[in-house]
């Protein structure tokens, strides 16, 4: 039995180093090349039978094709071979130690077949695929502008595709204008360098009804640059290019990908690669990648095992961490070097070189520095540096302020200067300014109308006789006393009862009362009988008043950005104040005219501003002191450059009409209103806040 076991021992060593033998003796005797329908056939005969198809992967850009024979030599006589067939450009064939790799240069992008017969690998390349319109992977290059040229918009047009994508199409005056093309949160944000835009084109345009990504555009000029804000909804990818003096931003749907690859959606940018391995060793993975994208790869010694994965059309920096993360391994890049190793060993190199680093601080010798602050206060900065809940400077470090020059002399490490230095360039910015105007208008419409009437008799005829309290009559023009002892009663002597007479006096008294401090407008009528013993007086006053009036009041004040401003005109009311101690004191009240803002530029161009107007003036004189009319509002509003805002507004009317009458009399038709009088007033009034705020330009000079 023993001897049997070392028989097969020998018989299985021999027949192992005969296939080892067999395997590498293998090599790429002839490369062919056809077309059949429309597809390109490549036939690759080589010495020995392959046992499967062999490993392969493609390239996205450029597009490419390529093939690994594993213990294989080139047996061509040539190393590559220019084709042009269909698709089919050319093809390499480069041999290393323990394979060869055969390249196939391809026009673009297609799909491919393989297939092993016998001695022969079938290679079948199908018809070209359409070309994938680029994504939002990496931003487009597009001209930077020339510095002394100024640049103009001429037209904005929006189109929607036969996909339901979004054109913006942007008509330059010139191809030179410059273009910046950035991504913020959800929306697109276009900057035009150096271009002007005209008034008929500062627009927002709503364009919700054509069914697109895009919802709004909003153009606006944005100091010596244009802004364009595109925003979209939903999940999109955006492509712009320029066609001369065209420019178009196409805006296209993309279908919500709930699986945990739409997570990473954005994070990989390499070039695509595929790749079909069976239980092959990851350290030859990660030479495939390392030779796919001409980066130096360095593989710690720790790095082991075996790995089956089929990954196609993946970018290969996401294969690469799809690897990593398989066998627990960790990458780090420096330029063009990829030191690859086990996560606890880089965690360990790393924690090592911190304390290191971290000692070499404590041991530097420090350095002092002056730092001239141009707009900041050298005082404040130095509170910023020495904040001991955020520290900038190290444990060694300090700050000195000279105010009298207002320079900032710091002390410390080289890397803290350094960081000092960074930050200061930052904040020892000019802060820029904002000019706020407001409106206050006041209308006021009004309408009066009084209407009266004065109706009398009067009788010289000397028989004005008029009824006692007792029943006896008397003549008008006697005493003061009736014979019956009622005194005040009547004046006169008792006569014989020949009739009963209204006194001579106006038995109708309502006229109408003045306007405007003017008296009414009177209509006189009077009737008398032959002999002018007997009148009868008619008397009519109207008046009508319609008066309007408009104040405009424009405060306007300059401030700089987060810095409250205050303007204010008007008078201090004086009046008397009790104190505590029982004493009288002057006080003043303040009837002004007054704008307090406090102003914030948002990054886009817009503001918010803090707004408290007060519109006060002084009213009627009352025995307690002088009324003050007070018009108010405090609100905080988002405006943009340039634009104006209602910011409040009140609206009163007033109607009223008051009628006096005799009753019975006063309501008689037609002649009614000679026993009445009556007062009509209409009045309206309007209050309206208007703001405007401007960005100033910051080269604006003062001469």
Do not use: C
């Amino acid at each position: 039995m023993t001897k049997f076991r070392a028989v097969f021992h020998v018989v299985t060593l021999w027949l192992l180093g005969l296939g080892l033998a067999w395997a590498q003796a293998n090599s790429i005797e002839a490369f062919n090349v056809t077309q059949q329908g429309g597809k390109v056939v490549v036939r690759i005969q080589t010495k020995l039978p392959l046992a499967a198809v062999p490993p392969n992967f493609t390239v996205a850009s450029p597009a490419r094709l390529a093939i690994d024979f594993a213990n294989t030599a080139n047996a061509l006589g040539r190393a590559s071979q220019d084709i042009g067939e269909g698709e089919l450009r050319s093809m390499n064939l480069v041999q290393g130690a323990e394979k060869t790799r055969l390249v196939l240069n391809l026009r673009r992008s297609v799909s491919h077949e393989m297939a092993v017969e016998g001695n022969t690998l079938v290679v079948t390349l199908s018809a070209a695929a359409v070309a994938p319109i680029a994504s939002s992977g990496a931003p487009p290059s597009f001209p930077e502008g020339k510095g002394s040229t100024k640049h103009a918009i001429r037209d904005i047009d929006f189109r929607r595709g036969r996909t339901g994508e979004a054109r913006v199409i942007i008509d330059l005056a010139d191809a030179d204008t410059g273009i910046d093309l950035r991504q913020q949160g959800q929306n697109l944000v276009v900057e035009f360098v150096k271009t002007s835009l005209p008034d008929n084109l500062r627009r927002r345009l709503d364009v919700v009804d054509f069914a697109t990504p895009v919802q709004t555009i909003n153009t606006f000029q944005q100091g010596e640059n244009v802004r364009m804000v595109i925003e979209p909804k939903g999940n999109f990818e955006h492509n712009a290019y320029q066609t001369d003096t065209q420019f178009v931003v196409e805006v296209r749907p993309v279908a919500a990908d709930t699986s945990a690859r739409a997570t990473q959606k954005g994070r990989y940018t390499g070039e695509k690669l595929s790749l079909n391995f069976q239980n092959v060793e990851v350290r030859a993975v990660l030479n495939v990648i390392a030779d796919f994208t001409d980066l130096n790869v360095i593989t710690s010694d720790t790095v082991t095992g075996s790995i089956t994965l089929r990954l196609k059309d993946v970018p290969w920096d996401q294969a690469l961490e799809i690897i990593l993360q398989t066998r627990g391994l960790d990458s780090r890049r420096s330029g063009n070097v990829i030191w690859i190793a086990p996560r606890d060993e880089l965690a360990t190199r790393e924690k090592i070189a911190l304390e290191a680093q971290q000692q070499i601080v404590e041991l530097e010798q420090t350095r002092t520095e002056s730092f001239q602050m141009n707009y900041q206060k050298a005082s404040e900065v130095q509170k910023l540096l020495g904040d001991k809940t955020q520290p900038i400077l190290s444990k060694r470090g300090s700050a000195v302020v000279d105010a009298r020059t207002n320079t900032l002399f710091v002390q410390d490490t080289p890397s803290k200067l350094e960081e000092v230095r960074k930050l200061l360039a930052k904040i020892d910015v000019p802060v820029r300014q904002v000019m706020i105007e407001a409106r206050i208008v006041e209308a006021a419409d009004t309408f009066s109308k009084n209407l009266g009437a004065r109706l009398g008799m009067h009788d010289f005829s000397g028989n004005n006789k008029v009824l006692g309290k007792d029943g006896a009559r008397y003549t008008v023009g006697g005493s003061l006393t009736d014979t019956g002892g009622h005194a005040g009663s009547v004046q006169g002597t008792p006569q014989a009862a020949t009739g009963v007479f209204l006194p001579d006096s106006l038995s109708v008294n309502l006229p109408s009362s003045g306007l405007n401090t003017l008296n009414p407008g009177v209509f006189s009528f009077i009737l008398f009988n032959k002999a002018a013993t007997r009148f009868l007086n008619l008397e009519v006053s109207a008046l009508e008043a319609d008066g309007k009036g408009k104040i405009v009041s424009s405060p306007r004040v300059l401030t700089a950005d987060q810095v409250e401003a205050l303007i204010e005109q008007g008078t201090e009311i004086p009046y008397q104040q009790a104190s505590s101690s029982g004493a009288t004191t002057v006080a003043f009240r303040k009837a002004n005219l007054s704008l307090k803002v406090k102003p914030q530029i948002t990054p886009d161009g817009n503001i918010i501003m803090t707004l408290d107007v007060n519109k006060d003036s002084p009213g009627a004189t009352t025995p307690a002191g002088v009324q003050i009319s007070t018009k108010h509002v405090k609100t905080e509003v988002l405006v943009e450059n340039g634009g104006t805002v209602v910011i409040g507004g009140i609206f009163e009317q007033t109607d009223r009409t008051d009628i006096t009458r005799i009753p019975v009399l006063g309501e008689l038709p037609y002649v009614g209103f000679l026993f009445r009088n009556q007062a009509q007033q209409s009045a309206r009034t309007e209050l309206l806040v208007f703001i405007t705020p401007r960005i100033v330009n910051e080269r604006l000079t003062v001469r």
